[in-house]
Each structure stands twice: as structure tokens, then as C-alpha cells.
T-cell receptor, first 114, second 114 residues
Framework: AQSVTQLDSQVPVFEEAPVELRCNYS??????LFWYVQYPNQGLQLLLK??????LVKVINGFEAEFNKSQTSFHLRKPSVHISDTAEYFC????????????FGKGTKLTVNP | GAGVSQTPSNKVTEKGKYVELRCDPI?????LYWYRQSLGQGPEFLIY????????DSGLPNDRFFAVRPEGSVSTLKIQRTERGDSAVYLC????????????FGPGTRLTVT
């Protein structure tokens, strides 16, 4: 069965500290990978995605994720977090050749403390 | 431009009643998805439309759940004989076919069955 596992349900960190949110997936076919973020009282927003090409994906707000096919992982990292990064983060996959539905992990609640 | 909108934002109903939840996708998006998010969980796929037809309804939990998209734009998720276990946030997303699977989410409808 195809599934996504987020190993940490809650991650508390101090401001300006580095953070890594872990994501592993299980699939017998190739995948597209996504991280979505849900800020308090807001809807899901796409943070970054991996479709093909370079396995390291970076976005303008400092987050990055690396696709590791051998370890079936897509961990999200940020070298220095801000209070405003406090949110719930969801890893998700779609399966190439499938119906384009997203399969989500259970989410990781990141809390950045001053 | 306008994003995905969902109405109502909150719905409280009694066990056994019928409810309808509405989704207005982004104009021009041909693909529309419904997901359900229970407390402490990631979103779970329910159904996916490409145009007017349901391309994948494998996530509908039972025959009390039904969804339509008669003109290829607005979609309605219908739940008959509601049960307390149906309480969740129902999310709608849309995407432009060929847009590398990026799905844009609405704010959700919080359904509470008493």
C-alpha cells in the first residue's frame, strides 16, 4: 500500500535554531512529493514540491527539502527558524500514473519559541 | 484572482440529517478534489473530478457520501444520514490539468454532527 509517514507529531524549537521535519513514503511506483503548510486558522498552502530534476528543492523563505530515492525520504529543513514559521506541516505524495490524488502524512506541528 | 471558496464555513447538524457542502474552484481549473481532515490527522482523499466526471471516487467511505459536478465547475458533496463519525473539516482543492499537479486548497467546511 502507498503511504506517507511523518515521524514527529510535534517539534518545538527556539527561534533561530535549525529544524528538520522528517517524511518517508512507501510506493511501488515513482512519485511526486510535496510539503504543505497550514498556519493557525488558515487553509493549506503549498510550500514546495519535487517533480523531477535536482533532488534538492529550495524556496525563497529559506525552507528546503531533499528527495532521497534510496531512503524514500523527503525531509524538510530550515537553517534558522522564525516565530512566524509556527504552523502545521504536511508531507504529501502523488503517484505517477495514478489519479493525481494527494496522500498526506499526519502532519508535524512546528512550534517556534522565543 | 479569487481562490477556492467553500460554503458554509461551519455546519452543525443532528445525527441522521442530510447535508450538502459546496465548493467553488478557481476559474478555469478542470480538476477538483475533495478531502476530509479529522482532528489530529492529515487530509484524506475522498473523490476527484476531471471536468464533470468522477475520475476516482475510491476514497468515499460508504454509499452515504456522494458528490457531483454537473457543469464542470462548482461541486457539491452530499452526505446522507449523517453520523457523529462524519464530523471533520471537509476540504476542496482544484488544479489546472497539466499544472504539474499543484492543488490549491479552499479554507474548508467544518462539519459537526451532534
Amino acid at each position: 500500500a502507498q503511504s506517507v509517514t511523518q515521524l514527529d507529531s510535534q517539534v518545538p524549537v527556539f527561534e533561530e535554531a535549525p529544524v528538520e521535519l522528517r517524511c518517508n513514503y512507501s510506493s511501488s511506483v515513482s512519485v511526486y512529493l510535496f510539503w504543505y503548510v497550514q498556519y493557525p486558522n488558515q487553509g493549506l498552502q503549498l510550500l514546495l514540491k519535487y517533480l523531477s530534476g535536482s533532488t534538492l528543492v529550495k524556496v525563497i523563505n529559506g525552507f528546503e527539502a531533499e528527495f532521497n530515492k534510496s531512503q524514500t525520504s523527503f525531509h524538510l529543513r530550515k537553517p534558522s527558524v522564525h516565530i512566524s514559521d509556527t504552523a502545521e506541516y504536511f508531507c504529501a505524495v502523488t503517484f505517477q500514473g495514478g489519479s493525481e490524488k494527494l496522500v498526506f502524512g499526519k502532519g508535524t506541528k512546528l512550534t517556534v519559541n522565543p | 484572482g479569487a481562490g477556492v471558496s467553500q460554503t458554509p464555513s461551519n455546519k452543525v447538524t443532528e445525527k441522521g440529517k442530510y447535508v450538502e457542502l459546496r465548493c467553488d474552484p478557481i476559474s478555469g481549473h478542470t480538476a477538483l478534489y475533495w478531502y476530509r481532515q479529522s482532528l489530529g490527522q492529515g487530509p484524506e482523499f475522498l473523490i476527484y473530478f476531471q471536468g464533470t466526471g468522477a475520475a476516482d471516487d475510491s476514497g468515499l467511505p460508504n454509499d452515504r457520501f456522494f458528490a457531483v459536478r454537473p457543469e464542470g465547475s462548482v461541486s457539491t458533496l452530499k452526505i446522507q444520514r449523517t453520523e457523529r463519525g462524519d464530523s471533520a473539516v471537509y476540504l476542496c482543492a482544484s488544479s489546472l490539468r497539466g499544472d504539474e499537479n499543484e492543488q490549491y486548497f479552499g479554507p474548508g467546511t467544518r462539519l459537526t454532527v451532534t
